[in-house]
């Protein structure tokens, strides 16, 4: 069974500038979720998408994150415009809809803002 | 906010040792209690989980010991090998039919030398 696929694995870019990380779920997991874990902290939970609809975002920053997931597959997480702050690994992790299911995670993008 | 505060930040035990790593929850209505091992440049993958309904799960090597009464639950590492050296995280989450939010804790650095 293919794993949680995200992509890239690395990525610098500039204050101020904008970047787009993908995540591809297991297939057939309804549930995806978007967490940051900065350096020597745990991931925190940024938005939980159940299909193509928003479970949860309530600790993703709306006035520069936003993310989506057409069709209830694929997802794409956005920074507009980055900030130092930002620096961490992203993390995308699917589940199956169903009580005390495994979440799944991927291998994470690692992003430096600079 | 739901916290789930752990410790220690990091061991050090020799190979064959019992490292334990502790972890303390304040939101009663937790009821799923996950470990999390991540290795450098991974993402988290699910190690053992519990229910509060009993006080000890054990697979393999690796044990959950659970106290319902005093809100905290640790994990041990029976006859421990260098394998093991990774960053272990506590999680804690309710029960929503699949649209858990899991709360990690801060991790623990766990390394074996031979």
């Known amino acids: 069974e293919a794993g949680v696929a995200q992509s890239p694995r690395y990525k610098i870019i500039e204050k101020r500038q904008s970047v787009a990380f993908w995540c591809n779920p297991i297939?057939?997991?309804?549930?995806l979720y978007w967490y940051q874990q900065i350096l020597g902290q745990g991931p925190k939970l940024l938005i939980q998408?159940?299909?193509?609809?928003?479970?949860?975002d309530s600790q993703l920053p709306k006035d520069r994150f936003s993310a989506e997931r057409l069709k209830g597959v694929d997802s794409t997480l956005k920074i507009q415009p980055a900030k130092l702050e930002d620096s961490a690994v992203y993390l995308c992790?699917?589940?199956?809809?169903?009580?005390?299911?495994?979440?799944?995670f991927g291998q994470g993008t690692r992003l430096t803002v600079v | 906010q739901q916290q789930v505060k752990q410790s220690p930040q990091s061991l050090i035990v020799q190979k064959g040792g019992i490292p334990i790593i502790n972890c303390a929850y304040e939101?009663?209505?937790?009821?799923?209690f996950p470990w999390y091992q991540q290795f450098p440049g991974k993402g988290p993958a699910l190690l053992i989980a519990?229910?509060?309904?009993?006080s000890e799960k054990k697979e393999g090597r690796f044990t959950i010991s659970f106290n319902k009464s005093a809100k905290q639950f640790s994990l041990h590492i029976m006859d421990s090998q260098p394998g093991d050296s990774a960053t272990y995280f506590c999680?804690?989450?309710?029960?929503?039919?699949?649209?858990?939010?899991?709360?990690f804790g801060t991790g623990t650095r766990l390394t074996i030398i031979p």
């Open positions: 999680a804690a989450s309710i029960s929503n039919f699949g649209n858990e939010k899991l709360t």
């Open positions: 992790a699917s589940s199956l809809v169903m009580v005390g299911t495994e979440a799944f």
């Open positions: 939101n009663t209505a937790f009821d799923y």
């Open positions: 297939s057939g997991h309804a549930t």
């Open positions: 998408f159940q299909n193509n609809g928003v479970v949860d």
């Open positions: 519990i229910r509060p309904d009993v």
